[in-house]
C-alpha cells in the first residue's frame, strides 16, 4: 500500500509508542493525586511540557495541553470572542482567512450567528493571504474603536491602542490543502501595529517548518501530535505570557485552571517525543520531501494532460516575495514540503481516489472535512477555481520514505485513472 493521504498518519513513530507505553500500564497514575502512583505522572506531564515549550523556544507556562488541533482552534476563537462578552465591552471582532481549515471556519462562523462580527480576508491564487486587506480590516477596526472611545472617553484617561484586544487575527501557518505558507511574520507585525491578539492554526506547520513565536509576534498558536507521528487526539495550544483568557474547560484545576480534565498522560507523553523527533530531523526530512515534490510535479505534469498546479508551482516560485527567514525555508518556496495538489480537468477527484485505492493508494481530494460531504473545496474556490473546478483537487501527501519507484507507479495510475474517466 502506498499511502499518500496526510502521509503522518500512517504509523506512530516508535520513539512515541515507546515513551506511552509505560503510562498505559506501571505508570497509570492520575497526575492529581498527590501520592507517589500520581505524581509520577505529574512529572511525565510537566517534563513533556517543558521538552515542547523548549522546542518552541517559550516558557513551559505557555503550553496548554488539548485534546487536538481542532479544540486548541476553538479555545483560541471563543476565548476572544467570549473575554469581550465577559467583560461587557464592544463585541469581539474576528478576522480570518477564507482557506482555513473548517476548525477555524465553523467556529467563527458559529459566534457570528451570535452577533459577532466576522471578517474574511481573501487569498490570491497561490493563496497567500492579502495583505493591504487585512490592513484594511484591521484600520477599520481601529478607527470604529477610536470614535467609540472619544463618545465614551476611559475613566481611568489611559490612552488608547490602536487597536483592541477584543480584535483577533486568525490566520494558519500552512493551508492543509495547497500547502501554502503565510507570511506569518508580515501578518504577527500587523496584528501588533494595530493591537489585535495572532491566533495561528499551526497544525499543518508544527514540526515541519521553522516557527519562530517571537519574531512572527504569535500570541496564540495551535498544534496537533497526529500529524507528526504522534498519538491522535492530544495537541497544544500556546498561549502568550501576560493574555488573560477566561477557562475553555471548567473543572478541576488542570492546565492552569482553563482546560479542566485529567490529563490524557500517555497521549502528552507520546506527543513530546514525537514533536523532539519531528524537531531534530525538520531540515533533513524536509529537503528530501521537498526534493520528491518537485519531481512529482514535474512528472505529473508531463504525463496527465490539462493537469494544474493548485497554489505555488515550486519550479517557478524562484523570487516570489522572498521572505528571508532562513535557507531551509526559502528552499521550500512557500510550499509545505510534502505537499502536491494538483487540478484535473473534467475529472473528480473523488472519482479518482477510488480508482487510486483499487491500485492500493491511499490519497485525498482536499480536507479531510470536505471529502467525502460533496460539498465543493472552499479552498479551491478562494483562490480563484470555479465551481466546477472546485470539485476536481486531487493531494498527496508525502513522506520523505516514499521511493522514485512507488512516485513512478503513483504518476501512472493517476494517468490511468485520469485516461478511464475523461472516456
Ligand atoms: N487545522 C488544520 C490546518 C488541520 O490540517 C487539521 C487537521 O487536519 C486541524 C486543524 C484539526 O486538527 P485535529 O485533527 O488534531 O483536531
Known sequence: MIYLDNAATTALSESARNAMEPYFSTHYGNPSSIYRFGQEARKAVEESRQSIAALLRVSPREIYFTGGGTESDNWAISSVALESALKKEKSAHLITSAI?????????????????????????????????????????????????????????????????????????????EIGTIENLKEIGRLAKEYGAIFHTDAVQAFGQIPLDIEEMRIDLLSASSHKIHGPKGVGLLYIRKGLKLPSFLHGGAQERGLRAGTENVPGIVGFAAAAKEAFSSMEERGRKKASLRNLFFKRLMEEIP?????????????????????PFLSSLHHRLPGNVHICLPGVEGESVLLLLDQKGICASSGSACASGSLEPSHVLLAIGKSHEEAYFGLRLSLEETLTEEELEYTVEAIREAVEKLRG
Open 100 to 176: 482555513e481549515h473548517p476548525a477555524v471556519l465553523r467556529t467563527c462562523a458559529f459566534f457570528e450567528s451570535l452577533g459577532v462580527k466576522v471578517s474574511r480576508i481573501p487569498v490570491d491564487q497561490k493563496g497567500f493571504l492579502d495583505l493591504e486587506a487585512l490592513e484594511r480590516a484591521l484600520q477599520e477596526e481601529s478607527s470604529l474603536r477610536e470614535r467609540e472611545e472619544r463618545s465614551f472617553p476611559s475613566k481611568s484617561g489611559e490612552e488608547v491602542k490602536k487597536g483592541a484586544s477584543h480584535c483577533l487575527v486568525s490566520v494558519m501557518a500552512a493551508n492543509n
Open 306 to 326: 490539462g493537469a494544474k498546479i493548485s497554489g505555488v508551482n515550486p519550479a517557478e516560485a524562484e523570487g516570489i516575495g522572498e521572505r528571508p527567514e532562513s
